[in-house]
């Protein structure tokens, strides 16, 4: 029989942590964080990781495990919450994955296997440089020549860091991160899933949210965090963190604290944005509209109805 799991997913701000929790008192369950940022010690305000309070004594994993100097790749995520969730079944009780982050959730649902000696820090170290001197574009061009759908995947995004690990990737292996995704999905799921999706009819809904949500970081401390983020050693992956970097310009007496506050509610959106495009498709996704059913008391009756339905 296959082991029960729970997926709560949604963009930033539609509510993914506080409903995970309420769910979880109501099941028994445990909460395995997929949220690539939450990972890092003292980045608290800026990723809305849960204080021990909202946690409300439901235990959280993954969470809050590494410094942020250290890298922290989807394979080993996909390595550590798979042994997570054998932790939490293997207890009798339910495993719930809640976050926002598609990566970390599509390749733990698919089985998804990565070769982790695929890499060549030399070739990476080149690769990285062309783009600083030639552009993004010019790496761009050069992935469409032998992998087209990354490229369509990476083209709006333009990171620079992805855009460099798949053509790694296949100058090191022969073969396209796209091939390697494709081959290394399981054949037959391993969980026994339910994917609930928070989103909204009205998107502005989110968005309001969003802003709301920054305003009151700003209140809890954000800049006094940042400051103290952005002059500790980052990784390459915690340096991605949205919250820190926006503030600089403020810092360096370059531009207004309003300005900067505006400037980091905007790339948040951005970022909810492709949340939700990234989501969409997933057609396996049950979606709760959390502009029409608003309070944690209505969506968690919806989420009973779906769990009944599917024998949880």
Sequence with gaps: MKTKLLV???PTASGKTGLS???AKAYDGEIISADSMQIYRGMNIATAKPSADEMQGVKHHLIDFLDTDEVYSVGKFVEDAQAVIRDISGRGKLPIVCGGTG???DSLINGISFMENSS???????LTELAEKNGVEYLLRMLLEFDPYSYMRLYEEKNVKR???AIEFYKTTGKT????????????PQYDYVIIGLTAKDRSYIYDRINKRVDMMVENGLVEEAREVLNSQLSDTSSKAIGYKQLIPYFNGEASLEECIDKLKTETRHYAKRQLTWFRRNES????NIDEYKTKEEQLDLVRDILKNRGF
């Design 177 to 188: 991160i796209t091939e390697q995704n494709e081959n290394s999905r399981s054949d037959e």
């Design 21 to 23: 929790i309420e769910i």
């Design 163 to 165: 855009i460099v690990r």
């Design 285 to 288: 996704i049950i979606w709760i």
């Design 120 to 126: 060549d820090s030399h070739l990476r170290a080149e």
């Design 103 to 105: 990566l970390y959730i």
């Design 8 to 10: 709560i997913v949604g």
